[in-house]
């Protein structure tokens, strides 16, 4: 009984924190070396009763670690999803940005030069800036879908992260007894 308790405060105090990029991070003092817990000769009787106790505690352990490494692999899924989507903007915008003053150059030219002088436009500058236009057009709505996109897989990764936290917790959870147990 005493043995549990103890074993359970030196796993506690193991100086282990997670970071903020969710690593393993040590916090121990540098002078102090890390206690190892010894093991303790159980009666077979105590030994029956810890029994169902660690068989549970390991097998919601497994569990916790096969939801952890699924929202993991979400987690990179998405991310890496997301990379792409911004490059796709990027791309996108910088595509409509080059239409964008190209059709601001064909304006111009086309207004510089019916205001000198009275000579009508070539025939296929008002097909091009149609095309320009509806080139644009098109920029700007695949710019809308990526975008739509994006923050599908922001939210995704959102999810991804807290079911991540919460696999964690219930790992935690699964290595901690509670106080009602450790007295049993």
Do not use: C, W
């Not at 924190?17 to 009787?45: C, E, W, Y």
């Amino acid at each position: 009984m005493e043995t549990a308790m103890d074993l359970d405060s030196v796993e506690s105090r193991s100086g282990e924190a997670m970071s903020i990029f969710g690593q393993s991070v040590d916090v121990r003092r540098p002078g102090r070396g890390r206690r190892r817990a010894t093991q303790k000769i159980l009666s077979p009787g105590m030994e029956q009763q810890a029994r169902p106790t660690t068989d549970r505690r390991r097998h919601r352990r497994a569990v916790a670690e096969r939801e952890r490494a699924r929202a993991e692999f979400e987690l990179s899924r998405a991310t890496t999803m997301a990379k792409q989507l911004e490059r796709q903007i990027e791309q996108a915008s910088a595509k409509a940005n080059s239409h964008r003053s190209e059709l601001q150059r064909t304006r111009a030219r086309g207004s510089g030069s019916s205001s000198r002088t009275n000579v009508e436009a070539p025939p296929g500058a008002d097909q091009a800036a149609e095309e320009s236009h509806t080139l644009y057009a098109e920029v700007m709505q695949e710019l809308d879908r990526v975008k739509s996109e994006l923050r599908k897989l922001q939210r995704e990764v959102k999810s991804a992260r807290e079911a991540k936290a919460r696999a964690e917790a219930e790992r935690d959870a699964a290595e901690t007894p509670t106080p009602s147990r450790a007295r049993r």
